[in-house]
């Protein structure tokens, strides 16, 4: 009673999956729907062209089925044959001959599958009422089972917009019929949903499944470690077999490309801009345009501003135009929040104008201040992580790359790019870049104002 009083649809199986009984919520009052499938039934035509494109459909994915087992079984011969049986579906013209092509495919399509079960299942056919019926292999029973609960589904289904199930299309029963053939008819294009269940299921009987979880957004280091860790899945026990699969994250192809560019980002971000200023701010002084600047009512805190806020700008543009080539013309996805890979890049440009400014404070000319700055961009190339891991370093320096900004820089735009994580994910690198560019910002002010000074 409080399954019908709920409208939580009910369904009874036998032992070997046979369904018994069934309880459905109270059908919907739906004169015109049924109107329409009578019409249907008593139109030759409209039967034909309906029953044609069930069984259409029902073959199709057979032959599908059939095809994607081909790849990895020696059944090339019976799929070929299974095909040309399927050919004739073009040469009917009533339901009567559908029936006869669907009947011929679905016994070459049941040969086919018993040759890839292990003999041990003692599967002989599908195709006859003893062994639909009564089933005694694992693979019957298990078949049975799964298409019960396909005409299951499909009876909620009938039941929810107000079809008559007992009048069908394809499948014509006696008088005294028991099954209801619109739901045998619907049932058809999906039966091969189930086949694939059991097939997979049976051939993996006696065998252990080991899944694999790999994160795919370091490429090198999944695509070293993939291949070993089956190999030791696959001895760790030598009694029963193991199916190893492996289910690689973030980047299933293994892409170098999604590993490489969102460091490459923070790289273009951080010196760009930083080369921007010093060359400016240190050719400004060796043409001695600054000390003009001094005499002027201007304080040397808004001419060190003025100056920041132009290269932070062009930094900007820059970013934006190099996220823009990655994602439009190389097709990179940006599966996290474009707001907080903006909000990384502003933070690190701010830091990085600053470390251009500081860095024009100590150096008389260009070339200088470049010369200081060649130190920074080898550590950053290669201690960061930008192209080794972290994890392949010696232990000595994993130390002096957590102190380089750029590390921080790559592990947020990977993690926001590549495995579109959230901001508890990256809120450490956040902060630490953010500490930095406050440590960066306001040393560059203090020593450009002692210098104008």
């Not at 049975?144 to 007992?166: C, D, Q």
């Not at 193991?242 to 980002?265: A, C, G, H, Q």
């Not at 050719?283 to 009512?297: A, M, N, W």
């Not at 013309?329 to 502003?346: E, K, N």
Request: aromatic share 10%; with cysteine.
């Amino acid at each position: 009673m409080w399954v019908a009083k709920n409208q939580i649809p009910l369904f009874m199986l036998d032992y070997d999956g046979t369904l018994l009984s069934s309880t459905l919520p109270k059908q919907p009052i739906k004169s015109d729907i049924r109107l329409a499938q009578y019409g249907a039934v008593n139109d030759p035509k409209r039967k034909f062209a309906i029953s044609h494109a069930l069984v259409k459909a029902k073959i199709t994915r057979s032959l599908e089925v059939l095809d994607w087992l081909g790849e990895r079984y020696d059944i090339q011969r019976e799929v070929r044959v299974t095909k040309a049986e399927a050919v004739k579906l073009g040469n009917t013209s009533t339901v009567s001959q559908l029936r006869t092509v669907e009947g011929r495919v679905a016994l070459r399509y049941w040969e086919t599958i018993r040759k890839i079960l292990p003999e041990h299942l003692d599967f002989r056919t599908r195709s006859t009422t003893s062994h639909q019926n009564n089933a005694s292999d694992c693979v019957n029973v298990s078949l049975n089972f799964s298409y019960s609960i396909l005409e299951s589904e499909v009876r909620k289904s009938i039941n929810a917009v107000g079809l008559e199930p007992s009048i069908g299309f394809l499948h014509e029963f006696s008088a005294t019929q028991t099954k209801e053939s619109l739901i045998y008819d619907l049932q058809e294009p999906f039966r091969f949903l189930c086949d694939l269940c059991v097939i997979e299921s049976d051939n993996r009987a006696g065998r252990g499944q080991v899944y694999l979880l790999l994160d795919g957004s370091d490429p090198i280091v999944a695509g070293v470690v993939a291949p070993s860790l089956d190999a030791i899945a696959e001895s760790f026990s030598p009694g029963p077999r193991l199916n190893v699969t492996d289910i690689v994250l973030f980047s299933p192809d293994l892409r170098y490309f999604e590993f490489l560019v969102p460091s490459l980002l923070g790289l273009v971000v951080q010196f760009f801009p930083t080369f921007l200023v010093m060359f400016s701010l240190t050719g400004e002084k060796s043409r001695g345009t600054i000390e003009q600047l001094v005499v002027t009512p201007i304080e040397g805190f808004e001419i060190l501003l003025g100056k920041m806020i132009a290269y932070v700008i062009v930094g900007l543009v820059d970013a934006f135009l190099a996220l823009g080539v990655a994602v439009v013309l190389f097709g990179m996805p940006i599966r996290g929040s474009v707001a907080l890979v903006v909000l990384f890049m502003l933070v690190f440009i701010i830091a990085s104008v600053s470390l251009g400014t500081l860095s024009s404070v100590f150096a008389s000319n260009q070339i200088e201040g470049f010369l200081q700055m060649i130190p920074i961009v080898i550590l950053s190339v290669f201690l960061s992580g930008l192209i080794y891991p972290l994890e392949s370093m010696s232990s000595w320096l994993v130390p002096v790359s957590y102190i380089i900004p750029q590390t921080y820089m790559n592990d947020a735009l990977r993690s926001l790019i590549t495995k579109g994580a959230g901001l508890e994910v990256v809120t450490g690198d956040l902060a630490a870049l953010g500490l930095y560019g406050c440590v960066v910002t306001a040393l560059a002010t203090a020593f450009f104002r002692k210098r104008l000074g």
